[in-house]
């Protein structure tokens, strides 16, 4: 019998089945409302697939973001990842959206990646691993499409001169019992996880900091994230910095179902280096299906596109059309559309992506350079 896990979400863990409608209420973040939307679709010229379909549901202090913007007072966009794997699809969703929001608004993004948090939290990775992911990582994000022009990495162990101080700042505010109740770490946990929030608070108000200036700070993230930027709002106040705003998206579910989220460790990722055999293969054995057992079946009752995995990644990811998308729905609802139909589709699609996002990774090793934050 498979086991039912108790729902939980930690930066570092992830599982159950989410109840986001519980996180929202838990960590006190706010539901986009429509009004909202009006806002960014007049300054965007559009409302991108992920903020129509709520895959980006929630937010903190998105409206005063864009008063400041209507005052012309711009913000910079903040996220990040930590290297410690190879990247999925999960990890790319947020930043696919933030190169969107950096397109319209025309704005900086500053990307952190904290080649310690993985080291800190996992026991079996070495730095010369998260060296080796950082790498790797790094042409993911490139391959997006960011602007090098506007876009600056900042790596913790490199930028080390500049972020420590600062982080050293955050973390005179921060304490044990503070980061206890956040995130749940104990007496056991070691010195270096108590710390490490302090580091990922940074690039919050570093660009302040370097350009002598208070600028607001948005940040795009799963929200898994969250417990880490709702201390760094109680601080930065403290330190003379605006609070950051930010705004959340659900998690990818993994291939076989609704509970969790996408994740490596999980061996149930679809990579961005995977080829479309294995691509496929992914699917046809792994993705959860909301059909019916029998083709006859399936006909006569239909299937159910809100828990199958398939049709999530195209709602989440795959098919920004909406047209499309309302007549999948309805065909897989009626029995019309097969559950091996819909994976053909989702396949085909994944796998054009991938390959465009692969030839992109190739050309980004040429690209690093542009991209890091020199101090
Ligand atoms: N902690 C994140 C991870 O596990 C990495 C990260 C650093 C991040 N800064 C961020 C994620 C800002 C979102 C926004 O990958």
Redesign the pocket.
């Known amino acids: 019998m498979k086991k039912v896990s108790e729902f939980k979400v930690t ?1 570092w863990e992830v599982s159950g089945k989410v109840d986001y409608d519980k996180l929202v209420r838990e960590f006190g973040v706010s539901k986009i409302e429509d009004s909202l939307l009006k806002r960014i679709e007049k300054n965007a010229g559009d409302l991108h697939f992920m903020l129509r379909r709520k895959v980006f549901f929630a937010h903190r202090d998105l409206k005063w973001i864009l008063d400041e913007y209507d005052k012309g007072n711009k913000f910079f966009l ?5 290297p410690s794997g190879s990247v999925h699809l999960g990890h790319l969703l ?1 930043w696919i959206f933030t190169k969107w929001l950096q397109d319209k608004f025309g704005v900086e993004l500053w990307f ?1 990646f ?1 080649d310690e ?2 080291f800190l939290f996992k026991n079996d990775l070495s730095f010369e691993d998260t060296e080796k992911f950082l790498n790797e990582n790094m042409l993911d994000v490139i391959a997006l499409g960011f602007d090098p022009k506007k876009t600056h990495f900042i790596i913790d162990t490199k930028n080390a001169d500049l972020m420590y101080k600062e982080a050293c700042k955050v973390a005179k505010k921060i304490t044990f019992s503070m980061v206890k109740s956040s995130f749940g770490l104990n007496e056991q946990s070691n010195v270096g996880s108590i710390f490490y929030t302090s580091m ?1 608070a940074v ?1 919050a108000f570093l660009p302040s900091v370097i350009k002598g200036k208070e600028i607001p700070c948005l ?1 795009p ?2 929200i898994d ?1 969250d417990p ?1 930027f709702r201390l760094t709002r109680d601080i930065m106040p403290k330190l003379g910095h605006y609070k950051p705003a930010s705004i959340q998206c659900l998690f990818l579910p993994p291939l076989s179902g609704a509970e969790g989220k996408m994740s490596s460790s999980e061996d149930m990722a679809i990579f961005t280096t995977d080829s479309p055999k294995e691509v496929e293969k992914k699917i046809k054995k792994y993705a959860f299906s909301g059909g019916r057992d029998t083709i006859e079946e399936h006909r006569k009752k239909g299937g159910n596109p809100d828990i199958d995995v398939s049709f999530q990644y195209l709602k989440m990811f795959f098919e920004p059309d909406d047209k499309k998308l309302a007549q999948i729905e309805k065909d897989y609802r009626s029995g019309k559309l097969l559950t091996s139909e819909l994976k053909e589709y989702l396949i085909e699609k994944i796998n054009a992506f991938l390959k465009e996002h692969q030839n992109k990774r190739e050309k980004a090793k040429k690209e690093i350079e542009k991209f890091l934050y020199k101090s």
């Open positions: 930066p903040y996220t990040g990842r930590a947020p952190q904290p948090e993985k990922q690039p940040i993230h799963a994230q880490h």
